[in-house]
């Protein structure tokens, strides 16, 4: 799938010079878009009309006199602008605005992850039906080129594994919990404080923002059909400040990974906070910025890095898939591009070594408690790491795990659970080294 449904190929309206542009959503990420088209419009693009709820509230006196301004969205639909650009989020009302805008016979830009992770193909298919293209490449990673880069520039290779960075919310939480030793809550303030965090923090927290961005990747990169819900997410909220003083002792730092990897017939992936390494690049992203890294059969790994959200970089790629479908070539109808390959079994069992955190009311004989678990359940202990000056009904260690896969630690974990030591649940993080 690629992030038009063609390039070489376009719908009849393509053989247009003046692509009308008509942009739905008027907030952070629309207005850029209309600002970039009315400031530095690229060749073959003209911004010809602009959707909003209330619109004299949103007026602004930079837009050119002879764009057109509605709250009707059915106005738009039976305009005469060839591409729409939805940017207002969601899968209701945007889904049908999106199946809406294809019907009627005009291409759609997205910055939609959730959208195009859902019912991808389903819109796809819409698009193909209608001779009109559908791009997402600012759904994934905002402002950097991480869809095209792997449809076009790496599509000699034969992908085999994507991770990395996909949301910045998280990486600003967990940076300020590392730097300033906070808690969880207090950082979640202040980003919400600081607009880097929606009053509502649980699709990026929880991960849920991050796995649709996942399933999407994989289907491009990996030719895998995922339902995003198949994908396994774990929240970053029980990681404390103590963590980051266990994980610089194994000469690692903590951070939200996504990760997908063909092994046989199974899809690996996972949305959850995990040990990197200081020295891998994933260490040294900062706030806002995404970074996705990919492996090839033959072209080795290439990491695609910048930043992932805001008003400005999310424009740059949505207005760079108009300037794609503004130089498609007429002749014949839009083809959906490749379809996914495969629609493997997910699965999150992982092998590698593992972080838990273990707080407990102190006693003798909790190591060996722990170790008998373990070692019933297959897995070699490979260090036990502890900080002094904590309260000793409440102390805080941890053990880290000879590589072993992560269902046998789950089950570990399980029976853990019923020792009557435990002040608060463990907290298990893979090591990937």
Known sequence: MKTSTSLEE?????????????VLGFGTVGSSVARILTEHPPAGLKLAQIYNRNVQRKKADWIAPDVRWTENIDDVFHSDVDVIVEVVGGLTPAGDWIRAALKAGKSVVTANKQLIAHH????????HKNHVHLAYGASVAGGVPVISGLQEGLAGDELFKLYGILNGTCNYILSQIENRG???????AEAQKLGFAEADPTDDVDGFDARAKLAILARVGLRCDVHPTKIVTRSISP??????DHAKQLQCTIRQVSWAQIQGETLLAAVQPSLVAISSPLARVEGSQNMVMSTGKFGGETVFAGHGAGGHPTAVAVVSDLVAIARSKPGSPAVLAEDAERSPEVS?????RHYVRFTV??????IASLAAIFAG??????????KTGYDKTHLPFVITLEPCKASLVEEALQQIAKLDFLVKPCLHLPILD
């Open 10 to 22: 376009a719908s009849p309206k393509a053989g247009k010079q003046l692509l009308k542009v008509a």
């Open 120 to 127: 991808g193909p389903e819109l796809f298919e819409l698009a």
């Open 182 to 188: 906070i808690t969880f809550e207090v950082a979640l």
């Open 239 to 244: 990681v404390e400040a103590v963590d980051f």
């Open 348 to 352: 999150a069992n992982f092998t590698s």
């Open 361 to 366: 009311k102190d006693r003798p004989g909790i």
């Open 377 to 386: 359940c297959g897995i070699n202990l490979d260090s036990v790491l502890q």
